[in-house]
């Protein structure tokens, strides 16, 4: 059984940061690749950032791109979100998610099977 558990939402002012942490169970979590996704109210649960399974590549939404750092530590089994001069717009829940599937892009939530229960981000303007 995969559990992912996130932690280190909040409230904070405009400009400020926040990093949000994933934990996983389970001794094959350096295997996969990881994605953090968010979810505001009422739209739909978008793409954030990509990691690959040991860390070489990333990648990220335009609309984090240049704000948002994902990195991984796969000996903790735990992959990092660290957000900087964050936005009112970047108000949501944010899920992590291990991949599974490889038939799609990697901003498909459909390719994931496995999600975190979600952390809170607000952002206050």
């Known amino acids: 059984q995969v559990q992912l558990v996130e932690s280190g939402g909040g409230l904070v002012q405009a400009g400020g940061s926040l990093r949000l942490s994933c934990a996983a169970s389970?001794?094959?979590?350096?295997?996969?690749?990881m994605g953090w996704f968010r979810q505001a109210p009422g739209k739909e649960r978008e793409f954030v950032a990509y990691i690959s399974w040991n860390g070489g590549s990333t990648y990220y939404a335009d609309s984090v791109k240049g704000r948002f750092t994902l990195s991984r530590d796969n000996a903790k089994n735990t992959v990092y979100l660290q957000m900087n001069s964050l936005k009112p717009e970047d108000t949501a829940v944010y899920y992590c998610a291990r991949r599974t599937g490889y038939s799609g892009a990697y901003y498909y939530t459909t390719e994931y099977r496995y999600w975190g229960q979600g952390t809170q981000v607000t952002v206050s303007s």
């Open positions: 389970g001794r094959t979590f350096g295997n996969y690749p």
